[in-house]
């Protein structure tokens, strides 16, 4: 059974940072961050293919926002810096065994975090 925990998540304002943890186990091979806001559908925001460090960001965090992994504990991280109102929601971790990866498709994940809040205020 694929367990992911996400923390870091709450609220900022904008033009601060935050840092969003993933804690998952087993560790997958594809992990990516999405969020969903109210009455949007869910956006791939950043994804690594942990085997060899590639990765993709969407257009509207490139730049950003930062996508890691600390194999010896297990966990994911997004740094999110010089954050906007925009980017309020809720944000999600999410992991595969295979397939295609980097990817920023939610087609492409079978396993999903619960999420954590994020509100950007200005």
């Known amino acids: 059974q694929v367990q992911l925990v996400e923390s870091g998540g709450g609220p900022v304002q904008a033009g601060g940072s935050l840092r969003l943890s993933c804690v998952m186990s087993?560790?997958?091979?594809?992990m990516g961050w999405f969020r969903q806001a109210p009455g949007k559908e869910r956006e791939g925001v950043a994804t690594i293919f942990t085997r060899d460090g590639r990765t993709d960001y969407s257009a509207s965090v490139q730049g950003r926002f930062t996508i890691s992994q600390d194999n010896a504990k297990n966990t994911l991280f997004l740094q999110m810096d010089s954050l906007k109102p925009e980017d309020t929601a809720t944000y999600f971790c999410?992991?595969?065994?295979?397939?295609?990866?980097?990817?920023?498709?939610?087609?492409?994940?079978?396993?999903w975090g619960q999420g954590t809040q994020v509100t950007v205020s200005s």
């Open positions: 999410a992991a595969n065994r295979g397939g295609y990866c980097p990817s920023l498709n939610n087609l492409h994940y079978t396993f």
């Open positions: 087993p560790y997958l091979w594809c």
